[in-house]
């Protein structure tokens, strides 16, 4: 058992402490960002710990999953599994021989003792609790009597548990950084050490969390009930508690607690592949608990970055009312992140989509390289997810002949379709196209070019409302309703193309 020095005379350490039982939760974003502002405001030290206990549930790939979606994050940490530290191991399953001596010590203090009872005893236990409408909790069958004076009752197992003996007098309030000063239920007697060797959580994140120097412990509200058993630990073993802080439960429109099986949402991996931007989402987990930046003239702003976040933090500003989880401000969010992109950033982020999608290949060539950044510039403004960028890139990368025209395109055409293909066939097809193909060249096939022909054939030759003339020349370009800007589409596919898709869909109608 490792001496520490005072909470408040140290240096500042925070962890999150996620469970590798399936794909990660996105409260352990939530928790991760809420710590780690902390941590580096402070300049402090924020560690990743994972808590594999619960080995019926445990999922061999999730702790990669959990390494993979804070690293996209950018929600780093100074020590953790995957690169050790001063306290190493960080993994609970790693750390048994740690926890025993503690187990003992209680056993041996009496604050702590054998219990053989079956889980149908104690399933029978609850029952009749329920219908007899008293307090749930254990009976404390166990307590006090030898293995060989337990046996001789009903519901005995062979391999006992260690409970907790909780006392008549134990501390139902403690002081919180967001909340004041808690009130918390009062606890039954918590089992600390299962039937398999393994401790539950309530001795095991006392134990790391001392063992591990933390200063700070920041979890979810649903652990404000635990905490006084996790006080009574700290109390019992003569080690000084942490500072708490129990952030608001993320939750549903309905207010219900945001949970995986219900919410797709409530997985972080969900969010990758959504195509949302990890700047995006960080921004909007901080504004799900946090008010928005105040500037010096006392206007607000919604959109910041981690450091902002991390330089103004304060517990006191943390709104404890569980915040409602809008994916529409998300999306407002992602969409302001995404314009404001670089270029050439913004085309790499939408590779993997288009790659996914099979719009291009895993290794695209120069020039499909060239023709996606003129298109995505195009694009930039005209999407809130990385994912909608398919739809509008796949026209620009298919066979003129393999163009696929959408059902409710071609359902939208007027009688007039053929008579505007007609006079846009007429006008592209005297436009010199030296050099075509490129957005941006000096080729005499240009937008304003484009435009400018068409509008005098289309608009004025045909007296059809701008509104109205170009809709069967999108439709014959792209293939569907909605589509990047029409003449910057031309350019960028350049004469041969653009001519060749209005006659093919000319002779079709």
């Known amino acids: 058992m490792s001496e520490q020095p005072s909470t408040s005379a140290r240096t500042p350490r925070l962890r999150v402490a996620p469970s590798p039982t399936g794909d990660p939760h996105v409260g352990t974003a939530y928790m991760s960002l809420f710590n780690l502002a902390f941590a ?57 021989d740690t926890y025993r001596p503690y187990v003992e010590r209680l056993l041996e203090e009496g604050k702590a003792y054998h219990c053989w009872c079956t889980g149908e005893r104690l399933a029978q236990m609850r029952e009749m609790q329920q219908k007899t409408k008293q307090p749930t909790g254990y009976d404390r069958l166990c307590h ?17 548990v260690v409970r907790m003996f909780i006392p008549q007098d134990v501390p139902l309030t403690f002081e919180d950084l967001i909340r004041g000063t808690v009130s918390a239920p009062r606890p039954d007697d918590q089992v600390i050490l299962k039937a398999d060797g393994f401790p539950t959580y309530h001795l095991a994140v006392v134990v790391d969390d001392h063992e591990m120097g933390i200063t700070h412990v920041v979890r979810g509200e649903e652990w ?8 009574l630990l700290y109390q019992w073993l003569g080690l000084e508690p942490p500072k708490f802080a129990h952030m608001p439960l993320l939750r549903n429109a309905d207010k219900s607690k945001i949970s995986k099986r219900k919410n797709p949402a409530a997985r972080l991996t969900w969010f990758r592949e959504e195509g949302y931007l990890p700047e995006a989402l960080v921004n909007f987990l901080a504004l799900l608990a946090y008010p928005p930046v105040t500037e010096a003239d006392g206007t607000e702003r919604e959109v910041f970055t981690f450091r902002e976040f991390s330089d103004g933090f304060d517990w006191k500003k943390v709104n404890p009312v569980g915040p409602i989880f809008d994916l529409k401000k998300l999306d407002w969010l992602n969409g302001v992140y995404i ?22 290949s895993g290794n695209p060539s120069l020039g499909e390289l060239g023709r996606l950044k003129a298109v995505a510039e195009l694009i930039q403004t005209r999407i809130s997810h990385l994912t909608e960028a398919s739809a509008l890139v796949r026209p620009f990368f298919v066979a003129d002949d393999a163009l696929e025209i959408a059902e409710d395109a071609r359902g939208q055409l007027k009688e007039d379709a053929g008579q ?25 096939w240009n937008a304003p070019a484009i435009e400018a022909a068409l509008r005098e054939a289309v608009v004025d030759g045909l007296g059809i409302k701008p509104k109205f003339a170009f809709g069967p020349l999108r439709t014959a370009v792209s293939g569907a309703r909605i589509s990047p800007p029409l003449f910057e589409s031309m350019e960028i596919l350049g004469k041969t193309s653009t001519l060749a898709r209005l006659r093919s869909l000319r002779d079709s109608l």
Do not use: C, M
């Open 224 to 231: 404000i009930s635990s905490t006084p058993k996790h006080v």
């Open 40 to 96: 580096r405001q402070q300049s402090g030290r924020f560690l990743l710990r994972i808590e594999d206990t619960d080995r019926a549930r445990f999922r061999a790939d999730s702790e990669q999953q959990v390494y993979d979606t804070l690293h996209w994050l950018g929600l780093t940490w100074d020590e953790g599994p995957d690169l050790g530290g001063p306290y190493a191991p960080y993994r609970q399953s790693e750390r048994l």
């Open 339 to 360: 314009r404001e992109l670089e270029l050439g950033n913004f085309t790499s982020r939408l590779l993997p989509f288009l790659e996914r999608d099979e719009v291009l």
């Open 144 to 160: 006090g009597k030898t293995r060989e004076e337990r046996a001789e009752l009903p519901g005995f197992s062979e391999t006992p």
């Open 420 to 444: 505007v293909l007609d006079a846009a066939l007429s006008a592209l097809g005297d436009i010199d196209d030296a050099g075509e193909g490129v957005l941006g060249t000096d080729s005499g």
